[in-house]
């Protein structure tokens, strides 16, 4: 019996490729709408009816499902999932700030550190070319306590390398410092905080020495 479900399973997966490869989109999602009422999972529904749309060129529709699909894979706290779609996202909306908000809070959960330093550094390129300085400082307020230490300091390195390039913002590189020196300081942490402190001093020989300061 479970194996003529799964052949059944086979045969409409099939079915809506085919559709969808000859751009039937209402046939698409006929066998679709059939095939979900045998889902037990609402997130897997929603982002096989966003590839439909997607794949038959409504963009505007996907996103909305695509959306939707990463919101429910959070709220079950399948966070790799949710950052697969997100990363997708951002391939259509690169300029989307909520969506790198999103991803960086994704990674945190599965606590994929070199994910965060790659979006990070794109979030902060970005607001730092629109001289959107006070956003920055937004996003670190608002965030700060639910991220990991190396997840803290993936966020705030690419900030401080900013700050380093423009004047006037020496308070909000110090505001990094501080919260990562803080965050790093544990046993477990020791070998992330040397590097921490390598990779100032390669900066900017005066922030160095205030990161120092912070182990006082």
């Not at 639910?146 to 390039?165: F, G, K, S």
């Amino acid at each position: 019996m479970k194996h003529m479900q799964t052949d059944k399973y086979t045969i409409a997966w099939f079915k809506i490729a085919d559709y969808v490869s000859r751009g039937e989109k209402e046939r698409a999602l006929g066998v679709y709408r059939l095939l979900s009422h045998s889902f037990n999972d609402d997130a897997v529904a929603r982002q096989l009816e966003a590839d439909i749309y997607f794949s038959c060129n409504e963009q505007e529709r996907a996103i909305i499902l695509y959306r939707q699909a990463m919101e429910l894979y959070q709220k079950s706290k399948r966070f790799m999932e949710a950052a697969a779609i997100c990363e997708h996202l951002l391939l259509l909306l690169p300029h989307d700030a909520s969506l790198r908000r999103e991803i960086i809070l994704c990674y945190n959960n599965i606590k994929l550190a070199s994910k965060i330093y790659v979006h990070a550094q794109r979030f902060v390129e970005m607001y730092a070319r629109e001289n959107k300085w006070q956003d920055i400082e937004h996003f670190i307020h608002d965030h700060d306590s639910v991220l990991e230490p190396l997840a803290r300091l993936a966020l705030y390195q690419p900030i401080i390398i900013a700050t380093n390039n423009v004047a006037g913002h020496t308070d909000l590189a110090h505001m990094c410092i501080q919260k990562t020196v803080t965050g790093l300081l544990c046993e477990e942490y020791e070998c992330a905080l040397q590097e921490f402190f390598a990779a100032l001093r390669a900066v900017n020989e005066d922030l160095h020495k205030y990161a120092l300061d912070c182990l006082k």
